[in-house]
């Protein structure tokens, strides 16, 4: 492979992106458990790979989750990814509070 090759294909490769979802269910009586579990299987169909979920008390006993994850940068917007968890019953809303390019 000649360098200038080498340049062109390293200038192409796009970088993965971490993203930090906060879903908030629809009540507090909802299992985390199983939003976690249904998030995450979406977040993996949708190509991502989920690093770190936490819970943040919100107020009045509702706990939202927000989990961390991984992935590639030419996948573009996460709004379709959105789109799917806003479908569940157990989600009230769903909002990306930051999205970083991964360093390494």
Do not use: H, W, Y
Request: no cysteine; net charge negative.
């Amino acid at each position: 492979m000649s360098v200038l090759n080498a340049v062109s294909r390293a200038r192409t490769k796009m970088a993965d992106v971490v993203v930090t979802l906060k879903v908030m269910p629809d009540s507090p009586e909802v299992d985390l458990k199983v939003v976690e579990k249904k998030v995450g299987k979406l977040i993996a169909e949708f190509g991502g790979e989920v690093g770190k979920v936490e819970e943040e008390p919100v107020g009045f006993g509702l706990v939202a989750l927000k989990l961390f994850f991984v992935m590639p940068e030419a996948k573009g917007s996460t709004e379709p990814l959105e789109e799917q968890i806003k479908t569940l019953k157990e989600v009230g809303s769903v909002d990306v509070v930051d999205v970083r390019r991964a360093i390494g």
